[in-house]
């Protein structure tokens, strides 16, 4: 592959994932698993606070129950230790073992005094944990006195616990253990922490292929724009598979933009090569007769023309040549106008009389050939008259000038469907379809070489300034015909003036 220039691209590194779109997929990525992070903490936090909240809810509620059971029942402290039953309430509820033999209980018992001190109950003495229970609460008496639980810890571990009054005045502190709660909490948070983390690692594989899936247009579009940057604007953006919308439309709008791009490029190529082609033909065309004249005006310097009619021949042919370089210099000048879009002056034109005064100045050059006009009455067009009879002179010169003085040409005007045509038709040589391709570009001239290779050009400019078109129709041995369609009205494609 290569560039307009000519020059060979680089090989394009298989490689081409640009930077860009891989921080953007990675930040694609980072944000959905921070979001996702960011809603497992919040969804795991109110999750655990709700089940803390309820199985310490739980447990309150099974201490308010005995409280109230407690209480209801009216016992004094002397008459449960005198009850033969309350064997069965000391393994049932206090779950006391002096010797430590048996798992601590998760709900301690103990009776204490007005000062604060534990005391028998139910026959068994205090053990360690009821002590220690009691210790922990500051005031008994105040918490038999309120329907509130309370935290308080024994033996480094979190107890709720409340109080309740018996009949003859003594308080029994009861309190059960949070240490289950806390192992379901910490179990929830390990489960929750592992299934987040299994979630996060699935989301950011999905996110990062999907991203690369989604965004894989963008990278197209980036190797195109590189290989364009490159030199090759033939590249375009390829079509997706499953394209999304937004995408899509940015593809066809780039490749568009691109369609665009190169067709600009392409005709500034050609133009520059036409104004290459342009220039270089005008300096050849201006270099003989320049060297000519030079050649004269030396000879005449140095004293070489000692004869007069030596002199006047220099002199004749130094005019002829200045004559000639004056022509090419004034149709250079009408194309550089007609380029431009040079102002036009429309008025009622009457297109056969151009064709009859052409045609007689024909005849008076060339006497001897053979010319039919077909022009009968007035045919006005509204259009610029000097760029009409220049129209008409330069199909007759060229027929003068590249073919025989017996070749006939038959020149004709008329109205068809609208338009107004001119047709210069003769039997000369005729042209080659390559020569017929080239025959309105500027400086094309034939084998013989006659001619400045301008006419026909300055023939089309003029045409098609008046929004019409040109047309030949040729082939060896058949002579050369041109045919020129003016829209009538006229649809001027220059800056036009209309004359009073």
Sequence with gaps: MRKPDGRKLRDRPHRRRHHGLATLRAKL???????????????????????????????DSELVSSRTALENTGFTRAQIDALSAIGSLRDDLLLADAAGTLPRPETVFVAVDGHRKPVVF????????????????????????????????????????????????????????????????????????????????????????????????????????????????TQRVPANKNPVLEIEQLRLALNSMLHQVESAFDTRERSSAQLRRFVADASHELRTPLAAVRGYLQLYDKGMLRKQEERDRAGRRVRTEVDRMGRLVDELLTLARLDQQAELVFRNVDLSRLVREAADDLRVQQPT????????????????????????????????????????VCVAVARVDGLVTLTVADEGPG??????????????????????????????????????????????????????????????????????
């Design 122 to 233: 139910a026959g068994i003495a205090p053990t360690d944990r009821q002590r220690a229970l009691a210790g922990a609460v500051e005031d008994p008496h105040a918490v038999a006195t309120t329907d509130a639980v309370m935290d308080v810890h024994i033996g480094g571990d979190d107890f709720r616990a409340v109080g309740a009054r018996l009949a003859d005045g003594t308080v029994i502190l009861m309190a059960t253990s949070t240490e289950a709660v806390q192992d379901g909490v910490a179990r929830s948070l390990k489960v929750d922490f592992g299934v987040g983390a299994g979630l996060l690692v699935l989301l950011g594989a999905l996110t990062l292929m999907g991203a690369r899936h989604r965004l894989r247009p963008l990278e197209d579009m980036v190797e195109t724009a590189s290989a364009i940057a490159e030199g090759d604007l």
């Design 369 to 408: 050939r053979p010319v039919e006009v077909s022009a009968e009455g007035a045919l006005l067009v509204h259009a610029d008259e000097s760029g009409l009879r220049q129209v008409v002179g330069n199909l007759l010169t060229n027929v003068r000038t590249h073919t025989p003085t017996s070749a006939a």
């Design 29 to 59: 990525t980072v944000m959905n698993v921070v979001v996702l992070a960011l809603g497992i903490v919040v969804a795991t936090a109110v999750s655990i606070m709700a089940m803390k909240h309820y199985l310490l809810d739980r447990i």
């Design 431 to 500: 042209l080659t379809p390559e020569d017929a391709s080239r025959v309105f570009d500027r400086f094309f001239r034939t084998g013989s070489g006659a001619g400045s290779g301008l006419g026909l050009a300055i023939v089309q400019g003029v045409v098609q300034a008046h929004g019409g078109e040109v047309t030949v129709s040729t082939a060896p041995g058949e002579g050369l015909t041109v045919r020129v369609e003016l829209p009538h009205p006229a649809r001027p494609k220059a800056e036009v003036r209309t004359a009073p």
